[in-house]
Protein backbone atom coordinates (compact mmCIF):
# COMPACT_ATOMS: atom_id res chain seq x y z
CA UNK A 1 0.00 0.00 0.00
CA UNK A 2 1.45 3.55 -0.80
CA UNK A 3 1.41 5.94 1.81
CA UNK A 4 -0.23 9.15 1.27
CA UNK A 5 2.80 11.70 1.67
CA UNK A 6 2.43 14.22 4.20
CA UNK A 7 3.55 17.60 5.33
CA UNK A 8 3.57 18.83 8.56
CA UNK A 9 2.72 23.01 9.43
CA UNK A 10 6.06 23.63 9.16
CA UNK A 11 7.33 22.35 6.05
CA UNK A 12 4.28 23.79 4.26
CA UNK A 13 5.66 26.91 5.41
CA UNK A 14 8.64 26.53 4.11
CA UNK A 15 8.11 25.22 1.00
CA UNK A 16 4.42 26.64 -0.36
CA UNK A 17 5.87 30.50 -0.25
CA UNK A 18 8.53 30.26 -2.19
CA UNK A 19 6.80 28.44 -4.91
CA UNK A 20 4.20 31.04 -4.80
CA UNK A 21 6.71 33.85 -4.91
CA UNK A 22 8.36 32.05 -8.32
CA UNK A 23 4.96 31.69 -10.19
CA UNK A 24 4.24 35.21 -9.40
CA UNK A 25 7.96 36.49 -9.99
CA UNK A 26 7.28 34.21 -13.53
CA UNK A 27 4.49 36.01 -14.29
CA UNK A 28 5.48 39.72 -13.86
CA UNK A 29 8.69 38.76 -15.89
CA UNK A 30 6.73 37.72 -18.80
CA UNK A 31 4.74 41.22 -18.47
CA UNK A 32 8.33 42.49 -18.34
CA UNK A 33 8.85 41.29 -21.70
CA UNK A 34 6.04 41.96 -23.39
CA UNK A 35 6.50 45.56 -22.23
CA UNK A 36 10.13 45.14 -23.78
CA UNK A 37 8.65 44.45 -26.96
CA UNK A 38 7.04 48.19 -26.70
CA UNK A 39 10.76 49.31 -27.07
CA UNK A 40 11.29 51.57 -30.58
CA UNK A 41 15.27 50.46 -29.86
CA UNK A 42 17.13 48.12 -32.53
CA UNK A 43 19.56 47.24 -30.45
CA UNK A 44 18.46 46.09 -27.39
CA UNK A 45 14.47 46.02 -26.15
CA UNK A 46 14.39 46.07 -22.19
CA UNK A 47 10.74 45.93 -20.35
CA UNK A 48 10.80 46.27 -16.72
CA UNK A 49 7.59 46.21 -14.01
CA UNK A 50 7.66 48.38 -10.43
CA UNK A 51 5.38 46.11 -8.25
CA UNK A 52 4.74 47.18 -4.58
CA UNK A 53 2.67 45.19 -1.89
CA UNK A 54 1.36 43.06 -4.96
CA UNK A 55 0.23 45.98 -7.28
CA UNK A 56 2.06 47.20 -10.03
CA UNK A 57 3.10 50.73 -9.59
CA UNK A 58 5.12 51.43 -12.82
CA UNK A 59 6.33 49.97 -15.70
CA UNK A 60 8.68 50.95 -18.59
CA UNK A 61 10.87 50.35 -21.27
CA UNK A 62 14.13 51.83 -22.45
CA UNK A 63 13.79 54.75 -24.96
CA UNK A 64 13.86 58.35 -25.48
CA UNK A 65 12.46 60.81 -23.16
CA UNK A 66 8.40 62.16 -23.70
CA UNK A 67 9.07 64.89 -26.59
CA UNK A 68 11.89 63.71 -28.50
CA UNK A 69 12.00 61.26 -31.51
CA UNK A 70 11.09 57.57 -31.12
CA UNK A 71 14.28 56.55 -32.77
CA UNK A 72 17.26 55.24 -30.16
CA UNK A 73 20.15 55.09 -32.15
CA UNK A 74 21.89 57.23 -34.52
CA UNK A 75 23.24 56.67 -38.14
CA UNK A 76 26.49 54.75 -37.45
CA UNK A 77 23.92 52.40 -34.83
CA UNK A 78 24.83 53.84 -31.70
CA UNK A 79 21.98 54.42 -28.82
CA UNK A 80 21.75 58.27 -28.19
CA UNK A 81 23.16 58.94 -24.52
CA UNK A 82 19.62 60.57 -23.93
CA UNK A 83 17.71 57.07 -24.19
CA UNK A 84 16.76 56.09 -20.90
CA UNK A 85 17.09 52.37 -19.58
CA UNK A 86 13.79 50.49 -19.05
CA UNK A 87 13.99 50.88 -14.80
CA UNK A 88 14.70 54.28 -15.07
CA UNK A 89 11.73 54.97 -16.87
CA UNK A 90 9.53 53.04 -14.74
CA UNK A 91 11.41 55.10 -11.71
CA UNK A 92 11.12 58.75 -13.07
CA UNK A 93 7.36 57.50 -14.28
CA UNK A 94 6.88 56.79 -10.30
CA UNK A 95 8.45 60.27 -9.16
CA UNK A 96 5.47 61.72 -11.67
CA UNK A 97 3.16 60.09 -9.82
CA UNK A 98 1.63 59.75 -5.88
CA UNK A 99 3.47 56.08 -5.51
CA UNK A 100 6.73 55.61 -4.17
CA UNK A 101 9.11 52.44 -5.06
CA UNK A 102 10.50 52.61 -1.14
CA UNK A 103 10.04 48.77 -0.52
CA UNK A 104 9.43 48.00 -4.22
CA UNK A 105 10.31 44.84 -6.04
CA UNK A 106 11.61 45.76 -9.58
CA UNK A 107 11.19 43.28 -12.35
CA UNK A 108 13.20 43.71 -15.40
CA UNK A 109 14.06 41.69 -18.41
CA UNK A 110 17.95 42.17 -18.33
CA UNK A 111 20.15 43.19 -15.00
CA UNK A 112 20.69 47.09 -14.22
CA UNK A 113 23.65 48.71 -15.01
CA UNK A 114 25.36 50.25 -12.98
CA UNK A 115 23.96 54.11 -14.10
CA UNK A 116 20.77 52.92 -13.02
CA UNK A 117 21.55 50.80 -9.56
CA UNK A 118 22.47 53.91 -8.31
CA UNK A 119 19.22 55.04 -8.98
CA UNK A 120 17.62 51.40 -8.15
CA UNK A 121 19.48 51.58 -4.46
CA UNK A 122 18.09 55.76 -3.86
CA UNK A 123 14.83 55.12 -5.21
CA UNK A 124 14.20 51.99 -1.99
CA UNK A 125 13.77 49.18 -4.15
CA UNK A 126 14.34 45.98 -1.82
CA UNK A 127 14.27 43.40 -4.16
CA UNK A 128 14.96 43.06 -8.25
CA UNK A 129 14.46 40.09 -10.10
CA UNK A 130 15.77 39.27 -13.88
CA UNK A 131 15.82 36.96 -16.67
CA UNK A 132 19.27 37.94 -18.23
CA UNK A 133 22.11 38.85 -16.23
CA UNK A 134 24.04 42.51 -18.57
CA UNK A 135 27.27 42.07 -20.08
CA UNK A 136 28.45 44.05 -16.96
CA UNK A 137 28.26 43.00 -13.77
CA UNK A 138 29.04 46.11 -11.70
CA UNK A 139 25.53 47.15 -11.55
CA UNK A 140 24.11 43.65 -9.76
CA UNK A 141 27.80 43.63 -7.70
CA UNK A 142 26.60 46.85 -6.80
CA UNK A 143 23.48 46.13 -6.06
CA UNK A 144 24.40 42.90 -4.13
CA UNK A 145 26.55 45.26 -1.42
CA UNK A 146 23.55 47.40 -0.75
CA UNK A 147 21.98 44.20 0.77
CA UNK A 148 19.09 44.53 -2.25
CA UNK A 149 17.75 41.04 -2.95
CA UNK A 150 18.35 40.05 -6.67
CA UNK A 151 17.08 37.13 -7.83
CA UNK A 152 17.43 35.24 -11.22
CA UNK A 153 14.99 33.76 -13.09
CA UNK A 154 15.56 32.22 -16.39
CA UNK A 155 13.26 29.37 -16.48
CA UNK A 156 9.93 31.56 -17.05
CA UNK A 157 7.67 27.88 -17.28
CA UNK A 158 5.84 28.87 -20.59
ZN1 LIG B 1 20.70 51.25 -17.01
Redesign the pocket.
Known sequence: MSKIPTFDFFQICMLYPKEKQLRYDSAYLKMAKEWAKLSHCTRKQVGALIVKDRMIISDGYNGTPTGYDNCCEDKKGDTHWYVL????NALTKIAKSNHNANGATLYITLS??????KLILQAGIKRVVYIKAYKDNS?LDFLNQSGIELTKVENLNE
Open positions: HAEAPCKECSG
